[in-house]
């Protein structure tokens, strides 16, 4: 498997771990029971700022490959940037319901969970297209020189100290999250989440 394609789908598995914390949570809220709005907190951030750092702009530089190599197969596809820029608004959205819960203002629970589940869907059914269409027809269509074109352009092309240093930040923000969340159900004290990246606030006090 190409160095790049690889690169995405371990994000994308990551990703889709997160979208499974939150999962678990919404259905708690469904259920009538109370969700860790902390840890719901910490996967939005997560989302609000690690895909456009560095996954996106991945995607969409495949994209543009695969239009230049074999533009009949991006039909299935469709605007990937667009697709990109809603699921940006998506999270913001459901940040913004979010922020007005902790906040103390009075939103129907039903409403937090309609957002919740809108930017849920909408994440997994983009993965789902470009896991099932995008991913396989740029395996098939591009070639070898094309790949190493990509890795070439990615170089050249760095991301800067501060945006590294926030990679950086968003890693150990995902795997705190995911061992605070297998260890819901256990006795172990949660391990304390890093400080947020400033698109969401630090955790609401109570």
Known sequence: ???????????????????DTLDWHVTRLEQGATADYELIRACLDYFLGFPDIAHHPKEDRLYLKLCARAPQETTAI???????????????DFAAALEAVLGDAIVPRDALIGWARGFIDLQREHMML?????????????????WAELVREFAEQPLSAAQLAELQQFDTLAKTILR??????????????PPASGRIAQPHQT
């Open 78 to 92: 469709g605007d990937l940037a667009r697709e990109h820029a809603l699921l940006a608004q998506k999270s913001r």
């Open 180 to 193: 605070w969340q297998s260890e819901l159900d256990g006795t172990a004290e949660h391990p304390p989440l």
């Open 130 to 146: 470009e896991e099932r269409i995008f991913f396989p027809a740029a395996e098939l269509k591009l070639t070898e020189a094309d």
């Open 1 to 19: 498997m190409p160095e790049v394609l690889h690169a995405l789908r371990q994000e994308h598995g990551q990703l889709g771990r997160l979208l």
